[in-house]
């Protein structure tokens, strides 16, 4: 069983004691998390796809640590200017185990049917005009 989740405004595609790398999410380390933008789900072999999100399903995690990401080198330069900038950037992303994923059945909303649904009102017919032409 696999889940596409929307996760710190990043989709991945999960499974079950699988390690992913986020962004920095609130919490301690050690502490549960639950995510429930699921934007698909698929138990072997039936999918389903939400509209935006399926409804029901959650993805239960645990945070494992909060570290850094690897150094990006920026580098800035203008030709014969004698203009250089080196900088480096660590992003902080935390660490997550995902521990399940769980697919409760939600009953359809019920419809009403034409008949009990209220009849609308017509408007009042307009009045022709009497002014004859000359």
């Given amino acids: 069983m696999y889940a596409v989740v929307e996760i710190a405004g990043q989709q991945f595609k999960v499974e079950k004691d699988q390690k992913v790398y ?3 999410l609130e ?4 502490s549960k998390v639950s995510f429930d933008n699921i934007l698909m789900l698929d138990n072997s072999g039936k999918t389903t796809i939400g ?7 959650s993805v239960e995690a645990k945070i494992v640590k909060h570290l850094k990401d ?8 203008k030709r014969r200017k004698g203009y250089k900038v080196k900088n480096g950037h660590r992003q902080p992303i935390t660490e997550i185990i995902i ?5 409760k059945k ?27 032409k000359k």
């Avoid at 690897?70 to 330069?77: A, L, Q, R, T």
């Fill in 22 to 24: 986020v962004n920095r």
């Fill in 99 to 103: 521990q399940g994923i769980s697919e």
């Fill in 70 to 77: 690897d150094k990006v080198i920026v580098f800035k330069k």
């Fill in 51 to 57: 509209t935006p999100m399926v409804q029901g399903a």
């Fill in 106 to 132: 939600v009953t359809p909303m019920k419809e009403v049917s034409s008949e009990k649904a209220p009849a609308a009102k017509k408007a009042p017919a307009a009045k022709k005009s009497t002014t004859a």
């Fill in 27 to 30: 919490g301690k380390e050690g």
